[in-house]
């Protein structure tokens, strides 16, 4: 079955960098456009990037633009997010996320258990 | 941006109820773009509907999404103990951002 397995997260300082892993298996990953979404502690859920199958086409949200890198390892069935100069407002749990559709980002039809990411001194 | 409002925030009902949710978009969304979502509590969410009607796999019956433009509904037929969580709207597709509403929590009454 589809599975997507996040790993990385932890407590970080404020300008500290992390790098999450999403190990994908069960379906055809190299197929797949992928994407990453977070939720802070008790609040609602936020897109933040997206990579297309080929890695061709990327995207970031306003709040992670030029902080966060997307990139994915086809070979290793595996998506990165590399997060720097992380704030105290990154805290969240990270989740990975399957597109549903080849066309465009979303919906997301598998997710991951999600990953926490700390940010505090 | 497009911004998505969910209502009520807080649903109270019974199992074997209908619950009504809403979400209201402040621009014109295509049906095709438009996402409803399941969360409950420590887990990752999980795909309901998409194309505003289309039920994911899994997704029951009692599941029933509706809508267009800036009007969309997510209809769940007489409710079950499980079906008690928070529910997300989505926009989605070619033009970011991709939104998410603020989330209705369905409780038990």
């Known amino acids: 079955q589809v599975r997507l397995v996040e790993s990385g997260g932890g407590l970080v300082k404020p300008g500290g960098s992390l790098r999450l892993s999403c190990a994908a298996s069960g379906f055809s990953f190299s197929d797949s456009n992928m994407s990453w979404l977070r939720q802070a502690p008790g609040k609602g859920l936020e897109y933040i990037s997206y990579i297309s199958s080929g890695g061709g086409a990327i995207f970031y949200a306003d709040s992670v633009e030029g902080r966060f890198s997307i990139s994915r390892d086809n070979a290793k069935r595996t998506l990165y997010l590399q997060m720097n100069s992380l704030r105290a407002e990154d805290t969240a749990v990270y989740y990975c996320?399957?597109?549903?559709?080849?066309?465009?980002?979303?919906?997301?039809?598998?997710w991951g258990q999600g990953t926490l990411v700390t940010v505090s001194s | 941006d497009t911004v998505l409002r969910q209502s009520p925030g807080t649903l109270s009902l019974s199992p074997g109820e209908r619950a009504t949710l809403s979400c209201k978009t402040t621009?014109?969304?295509?049906?095709?773009?438009f996402a409803w979502y399941q969360q409950k509590p420590g887990q990752a969410p999980r795909l309901l509907i998409y194309?505003?009607?289309s039920r994911a796999t899994g997704t029951p019956d009692r599941f029933i999404g509706s809508g267009s433009g800036t009007d969309f509904t997510l209809t769940i037929d007489r409710l079950e103990p499980e079906d008690f969580a928070v529910y997300y709207c989505?926009?989605?597709?070619?033009?970011?951002?991709?939104?998410f509403g603020g989330g209705t929590k369905l409780e038990i009454k």
């Open positions: 194309g505003a009607s």
């Open positions: 621009q014109s969304v295509s049906g095709a773009f």
């Open positions: 989505q926009q989605f597709g070619s033009s970011p951002p991709i939104a």
């Open positions: 996320a399957k597109d549903l559709f080849s066309a465009a980002p979303g919906p997301f039809d598998y």
